[in-house]
């Protein structure tokens, strides 16, 4: 679903159960990141979606330089410090289970690791 502050608004009233959340940020629009960064803690904390795991993708990193990624890494610190483990699914896991992947859909790369990961956590 969209993902603009109309569209944020709507879709939590569009759903009976959440079994996982995709949050897609578009790492080109960093006049949009601080908005991003909010969105996804208040997600981490919505009651609507305990216990389901939320995977973040970073999406558009086509050819990533480093100074892009160092500045994504500052932007995101705060979230990037509440990830829970980008291994195998932790049965012992008490936290909402959080990983963060970066990806390119152009380049069909980055996503699959992160639709893996949150799979494993879906019954
Ligand atoms: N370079 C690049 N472009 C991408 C990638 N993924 C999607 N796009 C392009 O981005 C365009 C659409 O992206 P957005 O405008 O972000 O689409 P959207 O999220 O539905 O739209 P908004 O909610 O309005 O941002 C299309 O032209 C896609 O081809 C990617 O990984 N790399």
């Not at 997600?43 to 795991?53: Q, S, V």
């Not at 970073?58 to 892009?68: A, E, I, S, V």
């Not at 990624?69 to 896991?93: H, P």
Request: glycine share 8%; net charge positive.
């Amino acid at each position: 679903m969209k993902g603009d502050s109309k569209g944020r608004c709507a879709w939590q009233k569009l759903f009976k159960a959440v079994h996982g959340v995709i949050y897609v940020v578009d790492c080109t629009r960093d006049d949009q990141w601080a908005q991003d960064k909010d969105f996804l803690e208040s997600l981490l904390i919505n009651p609507a979606f305990k216990g389901a795991p939320i995977l973040a993708i970073l999406n558009k990193l086509d050819n990533p330089t480093q100074g892009l990624v160092n500045r994504l890494n500052l932007q995101f610190t705060d979230v990037l410090g509440k990830t829970t483990g980008k291994g195998t699914r932790s049965q012992a896991l008490q936290k909402r289970p959080f990983e963060v992947f970066q990806c390119s859909a152009h380049r069909r790369s980055g996503y699959q690791n992160g639709f893996e990961w949150l799979a494993s956590y879906i019954d």
